[in-house]
């Protein structure tokens, strides 16, 4: 039972490249959230889907896109990357909304 | 929207000493309150939560309170171990909206 998969775990990109980020869990998890992680900010919320086929936008989207694929996959892209995107991403899954919340290790961004 | 504020932010501790960690939130209708422990390198893991109709929960060592009316909550650790050091984030929510993350703590337990 893998949980909640990210992929890649590690990213350099240059300034204004296109890139999706893969989120995959296998809990049968009706709600998937994106999140960036910054020194010094905690988690701060990107968007989230409450529910197959649909998605929301959480404290910070700017600058980013999602697509809900199905149940199980949640993608996010990046269309032109910014420095200011350089940051540790973490994806995760809940049974529904305001219930426990289970992550993925991280994906690594550095955009130079 | 809501504010979440945790406090401290680097903690040490002497190993077997007892540790203690604060959250307030600004929403009275949030309802449910997750701890989570980040170890280096992983994603956030959860380690004990509790609802506002409860006042306390515990789990062996750990223990989380809930004070509905000044609108905080706190993580306890007893009998710490060096495997406890960690960053531990609180977060807030309510049905049908997003989680609130704190900015987090790290906790050095020194053996």
């Known amino acids: 039972n893998a949980g909640v998969t990210q992929t890649p775990k590690f990213q350099v990109l240059k300034t204004g490249q296109s890139m999706t980020l893969q989120c995959a869990q296998d809990m049968n998890h009706n709600s998937m959230y994106w999140y960036r992680q910054d020194p010094g900010m905690g988690l701060r919320l990107i968007y989230y889907s409450a529910s197959e086929g649909t998605t929301d936008k959480g404290e910070v989207p700017n600058g980013y896109n999602v697509s809900r694929l199905n149940k199980r996959e949640f993608s996010l892209r990046l269309e032109s990357a910014a420095p200011s995107q350089t940051s540790v991403y973490f994806c995760a899954s809940s049974e529904t909304s305001n219930q426990p919340q289970h992550f993925g290790d991280g994906t690594r961004l550095s955009i130079l | ?111």
């Open chain 2, 1 to 111: 929207g809501e504010n979440v504020e945790q406090h401290p932010s680097t903690l040490s501790v002497q190993e077997g000493d007892s540790a203690v960690i604060k959250c307030t939130y600004s929403d009275s209708a949030s309802n449910y309150f997750p701890w989570y422990k980040q170890e280096l390198g992983k994603g956030p893991q959860l380690i004990i939560d509790i609802r506002s109709n409860v006042g306390e929960k515990k789990d062996q060592r750990i223990a989380v309170t809930l004070n509905k009316t000044a609108k905080h909550f706190s993580l306890h650790i007893t009998e710490t171990q060096p495997e406890d050091s960690a960053v531990y984030f609180c977060a807030a929510s309510r049905a049908g909206n997003q989680f609130y993350f704190g900015t987090g703590t790290s906790l050095t337990v020194i053996p």
